[in-house]
């Protein structure tokens, strides 16, 4: 905790804010390394979404879908890696405030309507995001759930849009072209698990 | 206001125990009627209907809006006219333009105009009436269809449960209040939740805000939600510190047996949730992605997105939807509202 740079003044990090809050390298960098996990999610047959939350150059937090370990669906890349900067928080004995009002969120898709509410009430400024999210998303897809005004719902946030969306769209698209195993049961689903049976007994 | 005298009636009698279960409608269902202009000209041969009303149909079409009539009977029986019909929709920028004339909307001669008077400008409802509220309202401008969704109506009306099932709506809530007072016991705000499986009437998780703990985002959905999927064998928080949120062990090998598929339910699917109040926009999109069926709150919470603020659980474009009631033990649920939070220090996270 000691050899942590002092966080930014207030008037300077109220200008960095508007200036957008990160530089365009620094976008670059990140998301990057948010499409690598994507990547690697996808190629594990999971969800293809990354995110890393950064406080003061350092990753704080980053998170894959947990839904099916879990058994809980609230288990978003975005809830994982909050609990893990909260953790972070309490290892390094800081206040979650402190910290998170100086978090930037780096994600390859637009946080759906849940984590953008979830995003708000831990009060993190800036969301940077690769592509659109048309099913769920929270920052305007569906509901614009980042900038509306909603009393005890935390503080809006702003967001920056379209890094490498192509790519973070491509890899979705290809996800969900797969048969999804973790569905509801459905017809397939008992079969193949049958067949699963079968091949073990033989 | 007709409507609501009715619903008093049907109301008040099988009510002993002083509150109402009210569905919490789609946004669409529940909101007011929207109208738009269109050019109507009033048939002044009777004779002529028939044919009039053909030959505008095939040259105007009101493809988009069928639960409009096309012609009406006139309003006020001391009209020189009998019948209106709409010959076609008026766009805003024709509002502005002014009157057209019988002979500029029908500029290619298809329509024989023989028995129409002068065109002039009405109002009529965009979408079809989905209530009967709605209906009434609607068809004060101009007559449409109605098909009426019974069990809105029912719904309305505060006829869609038995006192057997309003009997036992009461339990649940009650549990709820009383996961919420163990919770304010322990400083969290007083909010609490029960899911409950309608099939079996077994109730498998309860639980209570902890958001004041640890963890900001731990509302009292959030954490029966978790609850439940500890029953499945999963989960991901620990509630140690909060022994008033409990689960139900699942027996999931005698489960297995009797259900299809490998027994353990797809997360909340099927399953009904109590909530002292609405929920706010995380927690109500956490129950679309957890495949709820039914959501029943005591009081409406000024950001709540299940009717205040947004309408999350009928969102058409949304991949999941659910019902949801408001009002159940209301008046408890207010006075829990009101409870003050006995405030311990700040705990730390072991």
Not at chain 2, 159 to 173: C, I, R, V, W
Request: with cysteine.
């Amino acid at each position: 905790m000691a050899e942590l740079v002092a966080l930014p003044k207030a008037e300077e990090e109220a200008t960095e804010r508007e200036e957008g809050g990160v530089t365009p390298a620094e976008t670059e960098a990140w998301m990057d390394r948010a499409l690598a996990m994507a990547k690697e999610a996808l190629e594990n047959g999971e969800v293809p979404v990354g995110c890393l939350m950064v406080f003061n150059n350092e990753v704080i937090g980053k998170g894959k879908n947990e839904v099916n370990e879990t058994k809980n669906a609230t288990r978003h890349a975005e809830m994982v890696a909050i609990d893990q900067a909260r953790d972070w928080c309490h290892q390094h004995k800081k206040e979650l405030e402190e910290v998170f009002l100086h978090t930037v969120l780096y994600v390859t898709v637009e946080p759906c309507i849940m984590c953008a509410a979830a995003l708000r009430l831990m009060k993190i400024p800036l969301v940077v995001y690769g592509c659109q999210n048309e099913r769920f998303g929270g920052c305007g897809s569906v509901l614009d759930i980042s900038s509306a005004t909603l009393t005890d719902m935390g503080e809006p946030f702003q967001c920056k849009v379209g890094y490498r969306s192509e790519e973070a769209v491509e890899m979705l698209k290809t996800f969900y072209r797969q048969e999804n195993p973790n569905a509801p049961k459905s017809k397939v689903r008992k079969k193949t698990a049958l067949s699963d049976e079968v091949s073990e007994v033989q | 206001m007709e409507p609501d005298c009715k619903r008093r009636k049907t109301a008040e009698p099988n009510d002993p125990s002083g509150w109402e279960v009210l569905p919490v409608l789609s946004e669409r269902e529940s909101q007011g009627v929207t109208l738009m202009p269109v050019y109507v000209a009033p048939v002044l041969d009777k004779k002529e209907a028939c044919r009039v009303v053909k030959e505008v149909s095939a040259v105007y079409p009101l493809g988009d809006h069928p639960h409009l009539k096309r012609i009406r009977a006139c309003v006020s029986p001391n009209s020189p006219h009998p019948l209106e019909i709409i010959l076609c929709l008026a766009s805003s920028r024709q509002e502005q333009d002014g009157l057209r004339s019988l002979s500029e909307l029908f500029p290619s001669g298809q329509v024989d105009l023989r028995g129409l008077g002068e065109p002039f400008l009405a109002l009529v409802p965009v979408h079809p009436p989905l209530t009967r509220p709605q209906y009434e309202e609607a068809a004060s401008h101009w007559p449409v269809t109605f098909h009426e969704n019974k069990r809105i109506t029912q719904a309305i009306s505060g006829s869609l449960f038995t006192p057997l099932e309003k009997a036992a709506m009461q339990k649940h809530m009650e549990l709820a209040i009383q996961v919420a007072e163990q919770g304010a016991k322990k400083g969290m705000k007083p909010v609490g939740a029960v899911v409950v499986d309608p099939i079996s009437g077994r109730v498998l998780a309860v639980g209570h805000d902890c958001r004041d703990g640890f963890n900001p985002l731990l509302h009292a959905t959030m954490v029966c939600i978790d609850l439940v999927a500890h029953s499945q064998g999963g989960g991901a928080y620990c509630y140690k510190d909060y022994p008033a949120c409990t689960f139900l062990e699942l027996d999931h090998q005698s489960d297995r047996s009797s259900s299809s598929g490998n027994g353990i339910p797809y997360i909340c699917t099927g399953y009904d949730m109590y909530l002292t109040r609405e929920p706010c926009a995380m927690c109500a999109m956490a129950l679309v992605h957890s495949r709820i069926e039914r959501v029943f709150y005591g009081v409406p919470s000024p950001h709540g997105a299940l009717g205040t603020k947004f309408h999350i659980h009928s969102r058409k474009d949304l991949n999941h939807r659910y019902e949801v009631f408001r009002g159940v033990l209301e008046g408890r649920c207010w006075s829990l509202t009101q409870v003050p939070v006995l405030k311990e220090s700040v705990r730390d996270s072991p």
